[in-house]
């Protein structure tokens, strides 16, 4: 509404104060509804949007049919945008594009000619170039529109009309799927098998009182169009149709083709000669770009992170085929199949909400029992009101031929009122009863109708007219009636959709997934033997084989050895430092070496004034003991310190001043712990008493007045205690008598055996 004013008035005058939070709510809402029930959401009955119901009636209003030559899409854009849909062309091409795509729509509705776009996640070509018709589904979906279904509405500029719903019997809800996002809610339905969704109403038809596990018997899940498999339970695809909401694990589908019987060959392996295969993926999940799908794989073998796959190719013609060549022959085919799933997009969800608009333009979330139900009483009230209107054409087509037979049977008389009355029509109606329509129609008879075997023939319609009127007046009065007659109607449609044709064979493959295969990265690197060198500098490489560990490595200038140990490639390598953190290399990952290797400082975030006092690998199951220079400890399990972050994982906590000063690993066959401290007193007791920890200072293994903790080690009892003699003889000495050592844990201890080594270590 335009405010008019007058010359002399005040502009202001017209402003009307509101409060800004109301004033902004009710715009919203009404943006919000415009939103849900004109745009995003489709109507339960026909599974439309406005934008794909405009545009199928634009192009049936054009003629395109299946049967007549195609049409640039340019003009039936502009037909759209000109006369129904005042919204911008690109949102409208785009619309008919997926319509016309066989790998987005299950049952397209547009057949195109020119580039549409492919499964690659190309874009189709401008619409200029290309051409469309309706596709045979299309003109079941708007059957009967002729008919008197539906009512009509005017378009945006009220220059037309446009059908408010399509009437036809193809259930294209469910066929085809709906995606849309509105405002505070959204939809996502999956496409689905007609023939099922035809089985399924068929069963709700004979019994409304049916249970929904009734209904799956025969309703088994999505069919995409681009097939695939879901890989969830029976029972988690059942609850979500039951509610209406939940979510499909969809996977691709490995094969070389079909059989002679036409089952799908799932294995996916082809046998090359000499031991050698390849993997072969013949589907992939729907909504997914093929060619986005090996950009991930081969980035996966870019960045090693899928090391058991040696390539990728993509050798797709119509039919997706992308081969997958692995390392060696040895890999096992399911390991490779299963992290490809867990790696890239060849497993993704499919959500389903069936939120949709009902007969009074509600939305809402409806199970698939309901949304059957609504969708067969739209049926039977189309069916009565296409009844009712051909009852009134055969009302008005009886009485015009009423009025025919009467002029047959008084021919003469007829043609005399005619050739001497100056206003024959009213003679003839009062002398013959006849309505006004009637007189009309017989003045307007045209002179070679008035032969003989023109009247058999009105008699013949007449009567004709007659029984079908009868028919057609007990099916609008008997409910069982119409519930036989849309049962009917349905078989006939199942026919064009069974499961032996090209349309309707099922594509996609209900199946339960076999139990994960649980695997770790481990299992995807090839074993083989290195020897880690770590140099005093933090320099770290790995020599292929296990070499003699004092050999003679090579060094930086004024660098030299720290730690070397054996290990394999598929090894965790633990890295500690003083400051009580530990870190995880992967053995895999470790520079060859030919060359000094690399900074262990560009692999992990290390402290700049921490200094690294054990490198080793990681031992499932097993026990490390840590010890501080203060003299308290705790035993760890290896499983605690791994960490595959760069900033490692904090173990041991220290205070300023005190530092991790040793990492041993505690041998199953151990019982107790020896402590020595820089004093020279040495404690022995029981391992029980050092608590098993993830994490902490520990408690105290020896108590000192002065200085601190010089070394720790553990041991068995009945062997006693060993080190090692001095020089370079190697010897050891064992001490078997240690039981006045032997005393409870935070002791101040006693003088060590004579020969025990004076730097204090073990």
């Given at each position: 509404?335009?405010?008019?004013?007058?010359?002399?008035?005040?502009?202001?005058?017209?402003?009307?104060?509101?409060?800004?939070?109301?004033?902004?709510?009710?715009?919203?809402?009404?943006?919000?509804?415009s939103?849900?029930?004109?745009?995003?959401?489709?109507?339960?009955?026909?599974?439309l949007?406005?934008?794909?119901?405009?545009?199928?009636?634009?192009?049936?209003?054009?003629?395109?049919?299946?049967?007549?030559?195609?049409?640039?899409?340019?003009?039936?854009?502009?037909?759209?945008?000109?006369?129904?849909?005042?919204?911008?062309?690109?949102?409208?091409?785009?619309?008919m594009?997926?319509?016309?795509?066989?790998f987005?729509?299950?049952?397209?509705?547009?057949?195109?000619?020119?580039?549409?776009?492919?499964?690659?996640?190309?874009?189709?070509?401008?619409?200029?170039?290309?051409?469309?018709?309706l596709?045979?589904?299309?003109?079941q979906?708007?059957?009967?529109?002729?008919?008197?279904?539906?009512?009509?509405?005017?378009?945006?500029?009220g220059e037309?009309?446009?059908?408010?719903?399509?009437?036809?019997l193809?259930?294209?809800?469910?066929?085809n799927?709906?995606?849309?996002i509105?405002?505070?809610?959204?939809?996502?339905?999956?496409?689905?098998?007609?023939?099922?969704?035809?089985?399924?109403?068929?069963?709700?038809?004979?019994?409304?009182q049916?249970?929904?596990?009734?209904?799956?018997?025969?309703?088994?899940?999505?069919?995409?169009?681009?097939?695939?498999?879901?890989?969830?339970?029976?029972?988690?695809?059942?609850?979500?149709?039951?509610?209406?909401?939940?979510?499909?694990?969809?996977?691709?589908?490995?094969?070389?083709?079909?059989?002679?019987?036409?089952?799908?060959e799932?294995?996916?392996?082809?046998?090359?000669?000499?031991?050698?295969?390849?993997l072969?993926v013949?589907?992939?999940?729907?909504?997914?770009?093929?060619g986005?799908?090996?950009?991930?794989?081969?980035?996966?073998?870019?960045?090693?992170?899928?090391?058991?796959?040696?390539?990728?190719?993509?050798?797709?013609?119509?039919?997706?085929?992308?081969?997958l060549?692995?390392?060696?022959?040895?890999?096992?085919?399911?390991?490779?199949k299963?992290?490809?799933?867990?790696?890239t997009?060849?497993?993704?969800?499919?959500?389903?909400?069936?939120?949709?608009?009902?007969?009074?333009?509600?939305?809402?979330?409806?199970?698939?029992?309901?949304?059957?139900?609504?969708?067969?009483?739209?049926?039977?009230?189309i069916?009565?009101?296409?009844?009712?209107?051909?009852?009134?054409?055969?009302?008005?087509?009886?009485?015009?031929?009423?009025?025919?037979?009467?002029?047959?049977l008084?021919?003469?008389?007829i043609?005399?009122?005619?050739?001497?009355?100056?206003?024959?029509?009213?003679?003839?109606?009062?002398?013959?009863?006849?309505?006004?329509r009637?007189?009309?129609?017989?003045?307007?008879?045209?002179?070679?109708?008035?032969?003989?075997?023109?009247?058999?023939?009105?008699?013949?319609?007449?009567?004709?007219?007659?029984?079908?009127?009868?028919?057609?007046?007990?099916?609008?009065?008997?409910?069982?009636?119409?519930?036989?007659?849309?049962?009917?109607?349905?078989?006939?449609?199942?026919?064009?959709?069974?499961?032996?044709?090209?349309?309707?064979?099922?594509?996609?493959t209900?199946?339960?997934?076999?139990?994960?295969?649980?695997?770790?990265?481990?299992?995807?690197?090839?074993?083989?033997?290195?020897?880690?060198?770590?140099?005093?500098?933090?320099?770290i490489?790995?020599?292929?084989?296990?070499?003699?560990l004092?050999?003679?490595?090579?060094?930086?200038?004024g660098?030299?050895?720290?730690?070397?140990?054996?290990?394999?490639?598929?090894?965790?390598?633990?890295?500690?430092?003083?400051?009580?953190?530990?870190?995880?290399?992967?053995?895999?990952?470790?520079?060859?070496?030919?060359?000094?290797?690399?900074?262990?400082?560009?692999?992990?975030?290390?402290?700049?004034?921490?200094?690294?006092?054990?490198?080793f690998?990681?031992?499932?199951?097993?026990?490390?003991?840590?010890?501080?220079?203060?003299?308290?400890?705790?035993?760890?399990?290896?499983?605690?310190?791994l960490?595959?972050?760069?900033?490692?994982?904090?173990?041991?906590?220290?205070?300023?001043?005190?530092?991790?000063?040793?990492?041993?690993?505690?041998?199953?066959?151990?019982?107790?712990?020896?402590?020595?401290?820089?004093?020279?007193?040495?404690?022995?007791?029981?391992?029980?008493?050092?608590?098993?920890?993830?994490?902490?200072?520990?408690?105290?293994?020896?108590?000192?007045?002065?200085?601190?903790m010089?070394?720790?080690t553990?041991?068995?009892?009945?062997?006693?205690?060993?080190?090692?003699?001095?020089?370079?003889?190697?010897?050891?000495?064992?001490?078997?008598?240690?039981?006045m050592?032997?005393?409870?844990?935070?002791?101040?201890?006693?003088?060590?055996?004579?020969?025990?080594?004076?730097?204090?270590?073990?």
């Open positions: 509404m335009v405010t008019t004013l007058d010359d002399d008035s005040d502009p202001f005058d017209a402003i009307v104060d509101a409060p800004f939070d109301a004033a902004l709510s009710e715009r919203y809402l009404v943006y919000a509804l939103t849900i029930t004109a745009r995003s959401l489709p109507d339960l009955r026909d599974g949007k406005p934008v794909h119901r405009r545009l199928l009636w634009a192009m049936r209003q054009l003629k395109l049919d299946p049967a007549s030559a195609y049409k640039k899409s340019a003009r039936v854009v502009g037909d759209v945008i000109g006369k129904y849909h005042p919204h911008g062309d690109a949102s409208v091409y785009d619309a594009v997926r319509l016309a795509q066989d987005s729509l299950r049952y397209p509705l547009v057949q195109g000619q020119g580039n549409f776009g492919n499964i690659d996640g190309d874009n189709a070509a401008a619409y200029r170039y290309t051409e469309a018709r596709t045979k589904t299309a003109i979906l708007m059957a009967g529109l002729d008919e008197g279904t539906v009512d009509f509405v005017p378009t945006y500029n037309d009309s446009e059908p408010d719903l399509f009437p036809g193809f259930p294209n809800l469910l066929a799927g709906a995606t849309g509105a405002v505070g809610m959204a939809t996502s339905i999956p496409s689905h098998n007609v023939a099922e969704v035809i089985d399924a109403t068929m069963l709700l038809i004979d019994n409304p049916v249970e929904h596990a009734e209904l799956m018997e025969v309703f088994h899940g999505p069919d995409f169009a681009t097939g695939g498999l879901v890989v969830d339970s029976a029972a988690a695809i059942s609850l979500a149709y039951e509610t209406g909401k939940g979510a499909f694990r969809m996977r691709g589908r490995f094969s070389n083709g079909r059989d002679e019987a036409g089952n799908w799932e294995t996916g392996i082809e046998k090359l000669g000499g031991g050698q295969w390849q072969v013949s589907e992939i999940p729907y909504m997914l770009a093929k986005k799908l090996i950009e991930q794989i081969a980035q996966l073998i870019a960045d090693k992170k899928l090391p058991i796959l040696e390539d990728v190719r993509d050798e797709s013609d119509e039919q997706i085929r992308i081969v060549v692995p390392k060696s022959r040895n890999v096992d085919p399911e390991l490779l299963e992290s490809l799933y867990r790696l997009d060849l497993e993704s969800r499919f959500s389903l909400n069936l939120n949709v608009l009902d007969a009074e333009r509600t939305p809402g979330v409806v199970g698939l029992k309901d949304l059957l139900r609504q969708w067969v009483v739209n049926q039977i009230d069916l009565q009101r296409r009844t009712q209107h051909r009852l009134d054409k055969i009302a008005a087509r009886l009485e015009l031929v009423a009025g025919y037979i009467i002029a047959y008084n021919l003469d008389r043609i005399e009122i005619i050739r001497t009355e100056d206003e024959p029509k009213s003679v003839m109606m009062a002398e013959f009863n006849l309505t006004d009637q007189a009309e129609a017989i003045l307007n008879m045209r002179l070679r109708s008035l032969r003989k075997l023109e009247e058999m023939e009105l008699r013949q319609e007449h009567e004709e007219l007659l029984k079908e009127q009868d028919e057609l007046t007990k099916l609008l009065e008997s409910p069982a009636r119409q519930r036989t007659r849309l049962k009917r109607d349905l078989t006939t449609l199942r026919k064009d959709y069974a499961e032996t044709t090209e349309l309707g064979r099922r594509r996609t209900i199946a339960e997934a076999r139990p994960t295969v649980e695997f770790s990265m481990d299992a995807m690197i090839e074993k083989e033997p290195i020897t880690v060198i770590l140099s005093q500098r933090g320099w490489r790995a020599a292929r084989g296990h070499v003699a004092d050999g003679d490595f090579k060094y930086k200038e660098d030299g050895p720290a730690f070397a140990f054996h290990a394999q490639t598929t090894d965790k390598l633990l890295i500690a430092l003083d400051n009580g953190r530990f870190y995880t290399l992967g053995g895999d990952k470790l520079p060859g070496a030919r060359g000094f290797g690399e900074p262990i400082r560009t692999m992990v975030d290390l402290d700049a004034d921490a200094q690294i006092i054990a490198a690998a990681h031992k499932p199951k097993g026990q490390l003991l840590l010890a501080s220079s203060l003299g308290r400890g705790f035993a760890v399990e290896t499983g605690e310190i960490a595959e972050t760069r900033k490692g994982k904090a173990v041991m906590s220290t205070k300023p001043g005190v530092k991790l000063a040793v990492v041993r690993e505690i041998p199953p066959e151990h019982d107790h712990v020896a402590v020595v401290g820089d004093n020279r007193k040495l404690v022995v007791f029981s391992l029980e008493e050092l608590p098993l920890m993830a994490k902490g200072q520990g408690v105290t293994l020896q108590r000192y007045r002065d200085g601190g010089a070394d720790v553990t041991l068995r009892l009945e062997d006693g205690l060993s080190w090692t003699m001095g020089g370079d003889s190697g010897r050891t000495r064992t001490e078997k008598d240690i039981a050592w032997k005393v409870a844990r935070g002791a101040a201890g006693r003088l060590p055996p004579n020969g025990f080594p004076r730097d204090n270590k073990f």
